[in-house]
């Protein structure tokens, strides 16, 4: 699988990564929310060892091994929702999410 940035999440990754000077967009999880797991973007300023790297369409997308399972064939869209601009996540390994859709479930776990 891989992961997937829609066009408008693409054309905010290549903004953000270029203004950042970084080598790509770290896409990744973490402990938190209501329902376990919360999805992390940032700028990646450096390869780690143990990264997956995605180029999608010259965007470096970098997730470390323990986030892989369970973000491995998201898509990411950047959307406005009133006056918000937002990245939202389509994850097909997430079984439920919280209300506000910040974080969610799955039966894969990460160590």
Not at 11 to 23: D, I, L, S, Y
Not at 60 to 71: K, N
Not at 80 to 105: D, K, L, W
């Amino acid at each position: 699988m891989a992961i997937s940035l829609t066009p408008a999440a693409l054309e905010h990754a290549r903004k953000f990564v270029q203004g950042g000077n970084a080598v790509g967009l770290r896409f990744g999880i973490k402990r938190t929310g209501c329902s376990g797991w919360g999805y992390v973007v940032d700028l990646a300023q450096a390869v780690q060892p143990d990264d997956t790297l995605f180029d999608v369409d010259g965007v470096q997308v970098l997730v470390d091994a323990h986030s892989l399972p369970l973000v491995d064939g998201t898509r990411i869209d950047y959307v406005r929702n009133g006056i918000n601009r937002e990245f939202v996540f389509a994850n097909p390994n997430a079984t439920a999410q919280c209300g506000c859709g910040e974080s969610f479930t799955t039966r894969t776990e990460a160590a």
